[in-house]
């Protein structure tokens, strides 16, 4: 309940973490769509992250382990064009190309000053659409956009930040979108749990913890949007779950020894 699920509460108090300094939070998209989970709570157990914040193309109430299954159509919201230009791009689905529309977007956004040269992030990315609908056109898609110096991406970003920016959610040691359609039991099964039991939560598949690493300038502003959406209707809900203080960033530690009884450096 608010403030507790409000965008400001669940950046500055739950996601960010060490050496990451956030501020200028906004969340587009329905309340029921995005807060807090814990382990038992909102479907975490077994999950393999102890706590975060969800995100969901629909009702993130729905989530938790005999709640309401996710299926049905939510909001009939709009959609996001940079989401849908990427569920167009996932080659390793076939039908890639009759994806013309989004849905139910949600968008968690927020300017960041990072204290190291690198930003990292650990999480979890389920759908009810595991695995009826892989290599659909039902397959929603979510993204993680940075944006800020040194990068240059094709996709939208601010008015502060005119050289666009990149979508950090990719399978790893891969630049394809992650999706239903690139992470399943017949391709990168490695990162794929099967929960068609719905033990865990509503999802019927999930993938393993994955973390996502970004090169970063020291003390530079960064903007960060995490989005998602419904492709093509607004039916069979996507979530992705983002570990509790695990968007940091490290800065240079230096300590100095000197050779007794000298302690010139």
Known sequence: ?????????????????????????????????????????????????????????????????????????????AGDPDLLTIAQSVTTNPQSSQITTTQDAAALEFDFVPVGDTIEFRFVFASEEYTTYINTQFNDIFA??????GITGPYAAPAGFPNGSINLAQVPSTTTPITISSIHPGLNSQYYISNTTEAN???????????????????ELYHFKFAIADCQDDYLDTGVFIEAGSLASSGVSIQANTPLPNNTI
């Open 144 to 149: 993680f956009f940075l944006s800020g110096p």
């Open 201 to 219: 939560h509503e999802f019927n598949g999930y993938t393993t913890v994955l973390t996502i690493k970004s090169a970063v300038q020291c003390g």
């Open 1 to 77: 309940t608010a403030p507790y699920n409000s965008a400001t509460h669940l950046v500055n108090n739950v996601l960010a973490g060490n050496g990451v300094t956030a501020s200028n939070i906004t969340f587009s998209g329905q309340a029921a769509q995005i807060g807090f989970f814990k382990n038992g709570l909102l479907g975490a157990p077994n999950l393999g992250i102890d706590s975060g914040i969800v995100i969901s193309s629909g009702d993130v109430n729905d989530i938790p382990p005999g709640g309401n299954q996710p299926d049905q159509g939510q909001y009939a919201a």
